[in-house]
């Protein structure tokens, strides 16, 4: 059988998936303004050729958000995502949807983690690079710590979240990804693989923190 029909598919869709489909997950939801507006944390990556700012708007004040950020980690509430494909990759990932009071306090140098510590090795974590309360958090690869924390770049890249109020009452809640110089996977790896699988659990992550906060604010909860 000839292979020519498969390989044009692959082309195709390559080509449809480089023209459209990549350009409109890497600023999903996102506006113009908030695509090329500098936000904390890109001076850690200022040399980044590429990057991915995604967005959602919550009908809730910062103060309702926030909390959600504060818990994100395997160790504290998981990553509000798809977390049955998490653990596929043995992430044993948790899914808490309330506010836990202890998990309210973070600080620059805590880790993250992305699995357990017993997996991959444990280096299955990022680190809290840049904190600012009701503002943004910056993640960034406990091996750039050193370097950023003398001034240097993260040459790993960094992974932001990110609070904009409209009014009192509502704010826009972003994401901001630059891969670095030295990308997790190298820089083929990020199209291939990382830049899908992270836009897929992504969004996710924000339709769900967004759902959670919106809950919260109007059920009186907080």
């Known amino acids: 059988m000839s292979r020519l029909p498969l390989l044009a598919a692959g082309a195709l869709f390559g ?11 890497q600023r999903w939801g996102a506006t113009d303004e ?3 507006r500098v936000w904390p944390g890109d001076e850690y990556c200022p040399y980044a050729e590429d ?8 009908e809730a004040p910062v103060e309702s958000v926030w909390p959600w950020i504060l818990q994100l980690g395997q160790d504290r509430g998981g990553f509000y995502s798809y977390d049955i494909l998490e653990n596929l990759f043995g992430c044993e990932m948790p899914r808490v949807e309330r506010i836990v ?3 309210q306090q973070r600080k620059v140098g805590d880790l993250v983690w992305l699995a357990t510590p017993e997996r991959y090795g444990g280096k299955g974590c990022m680190m809290v690079g840049w904190l600012e309360p009701h503002r943004a958090m910056t993640l960034i690869m406990p091996d ?10 993260a040459r790993h890249g960094i992974w932001s979240f990110l609070l904009n109020p ?9 994401t901001r990804s ?4 030295e990308p997790f996977g190298g820089a083929l790896g990020q199209r291939l693989f990382m830049e899908p699988a992270h836009f897929v659990m992504e969004r996710r992550m924000l339709l769900t923190i967004r759902d959670l906060a919106e809950d919260l604010h109007h059920g009186g909860r907080f």
């Open 15 to 25: 080509a449809a998936y480089a023209a459209r489909i990549r350009p409109w997950s």
């Open 34 to 36: 908030e695509v090329d």
């Open 51 to 58: 990057q991915a700012t995604r967005a959602v708007t919550v």
């Open 101 to 103: 009071p202890e998990w």
């Open 144 to 153: 750039d710590a050193e370097e950023v924390a003398a001034g240097g770049e």
């Open 166 to 174: 409209i009014d009192d009452g509502s704010c826009r809640l972003l």
């Open 178 to 181: 630059r891969p670095g110089r």
